[in-house]
């Protein structure tokens, strides 16, 4: 889903953080992290960035991916729901 999110956004910071959070997907630095085990299905998981300009800014609160999830579930509700892929 973040790679929709990312083709959506046109911040540059904002895609700059998605891949950040791609990368550490990627490399497994989430998964090996001690609470990872805790989670659950029904749980939220957040990511705020620690620099730059979106620094301390959970990156749900963007208006961008705002959008992005405001269209996304207009899509799901009319059923031209888009592909899930990466």
């Given amino acids: ?3 929709q999110v990312k083709a959506y956004v046109r911040d540059p910071a904002l895609k ?3 891949d950040w959070l791609l990368a550490f997907l990627d ?3 989430i998964s090996s992290h001690p609470n990872f ?4 299905s ?3 998981i957040s990511f705020v ?4 300009p979106l ?4 990156l ?3 208006p961008g991916v705002i959008e992005f999830w405001a269209e996304e579930l207009a899509r799901r509700q009319e059923g031209t729901e888009m592909p899930v892929t990466g």
């Fill in 27 to 29: 490399r497994g630095y």
């Fill in 1 to 3: 889903m973040a790679q």
């Fill in 60 to 62: 749900f609160e963007h």
């Fill in 16 to 18: 700059e953080a998605i």
């Fill in 42 to 44: 029904k749980d939220w």
């Fill in 55 to 58: 620094r301390g800014r959970h």
């Fill in 37 to 40: 085990s805790k989670i659950m």
């Fill in 49 to 52: 960035p620690g620099e730059g």
